[in-house]
Each structure stands twice: as C-alpha cells, then as structure tokens.
C-alpha cells in the first residue's frame, strides 16, 4: 500500500517555542492531507484538513493561529506548533488520500511532541 | 459521518476467530463502512472496506447485514500482534471525505 511518513517522530521542545511536523506522501501524491491529535487512552481527534495549495480548514476549538498547517506541494504538509505549551504535548498523525487509484486514507506513523 | 457503535473492548484467545461488531443504523445508501485500526504508539491502519457485499482480504473478512445497520470485522485466526484498537467508520467513498473516529473496539488478544 502507500506510505506516508512523518518526522521527526518524537520530538521534545520547550514551553514558548514552535515545532514543526513534516507528513510526506513517499508513492503518491495527495491533494488532500488531515491531521490529528491523540491524546492518551483518548480517539484520534481531527485537527484540520490541508488540501495542496489553499489554506487549510480548521475543525471546530482548534486555533489556527496556534496550529500553522502549509500544504506547498502534492507530497508534503507540515504542521507547525507555535508557542507551545505543556498541554499540547501529544501524538500528532497525518493523513493523506490518494490524487488516484484507491481511495483509501493513508495514515503516517504519528509524531510524538513532548512540551516541557 | 453517520455514528456507528462499538463495545469499548473486547479478548479473544490467541489462534481464534476475532469476531468485532459495530452498528451503523443511521447508514446512508452511499456510505461504505470501513475499518482501521490502531497499534498502541503507531498511526491507523487500513483494514477492509465494503458497501453492502461480503468482503474479505488477507487481513480480515467484513460481513454486512442485508439491512446494512450492522457489520462484523473477523479476524480469521487472531495473533498477538492483533492486540489492537479497532475503529469502524462509516463515510461516502470520496477520497477527500475526512475520517471521524469514535471511541473503537480495544482487542485484546490472550495467550
């Protein structure tokens, strides 16, 4: 199947600095990319989705000043965590659809950010 | 999405058939039902999808009842490594349709 990756995949910062999380598509290209938030013994909980191209579109209580998400390319969308605080400490996993052929949602491994 | 309903966990002996429920009354003539699921510290994992017909792969069956307001997910001979968090999802087949998990079905596999 195809392969999405994530990096770094963890990564520890302290609290009022910013992250970035790259999620790449490595075989295909993805017009559309999602990203989620997993907190402990909790559901993924979706973020925002990131179409290649146009500003992403937020789900509802997720700032956007705080999640910067750019999608320049088919094969890559990064999340930035700006100013970060312990609370947001959390597993961060993206996804991405395939431009053709299957339809299925591909997930990345997940990114582990740890604010201290 | 339409809601589906999951038992929030669930064991199954080692080398048996894992049989995972979930409900989808609420289903719409166009939506799929699919299943991932999720590896303790890993990303979701594509399992099956299907419409309304019996489908099966090399990782599991999917069995639809007629009326569509339910499904079952087997796992044929169930290892350890299936120890896992199982999400059924309902969605249309559309490629930028985003995936809204519930709470899942965590399997615990027994030795």
């Known amino acids: 199947g195809a392969v999405v990756s994530q990096h770094p995949s963890r990564v520890i910062c302290k609290s009022g600095t910013s992250v970035k999380i790259e999620c790449r598509s490595l075989d295909f290209q993805a017009t559309t990319m999602f990203w989620y938030r997993q907190f402990p013994k909790q559901s993924l909980m979706l973020m925002a989705t990131?179409?290649?191209?146009?500003?992403?579109?937020?789900e509802q209580g997720v700032e956007k000043d705080k999640f910067l998400i750019n999608h320049a390319s088919l094969t890559l969308s990064t999340l930035t965590v700006t100013s970060a605080h312990p609370e947001d400490s959390s597993f961060y996993i993206c996804?991405?659809?395939?431009?053709?052929?299957?339809?299925?949602?591909?997930f990345g491994p997940g990114t582990r950010l740890t604010v201290t | 999405d339409a809601k589906t309903t999951q038992p929030p966990s669930m064991d199954c002996a080692e080398g048996r058939a894992a049989n995972l429920p979930c409900n989808h009354s609420t289903i719409s003539g166009n939506e799929y039902v699919y299943w991932y699921r999720q590896i303790h510290s890993q990303g979701p994992q594509y399992i099956i999808h299907g419409l309304k017909n019996n489908e099966t792969n090399e990782m599991a069956s999917l069995i639809i009842t007629e009326d569509r307001k339910s499904s079952t997910l087997i796992l044929p001979h169930a290892t350890l490594r299936d120890t896992a968090v199982y999400y059924c999802?309902?969605?249309?087949?559309?490629?930028?349709?985003?995936?809204?998990f519930g709470k899942g079905t965590r399997l615990h596999i027994l030795p």
């Open positions: 996804s991405a659809t395939s431009l053709a052929g299957v339809r299925e949602q591909y």
């Open positions: 999802i309902v969605r249309a087949f559309n490629r930028d349709d985003k995936i809204i």
């Open positions: 990131s179409n290649e191209g146009s500003k992403a579109t937020y």
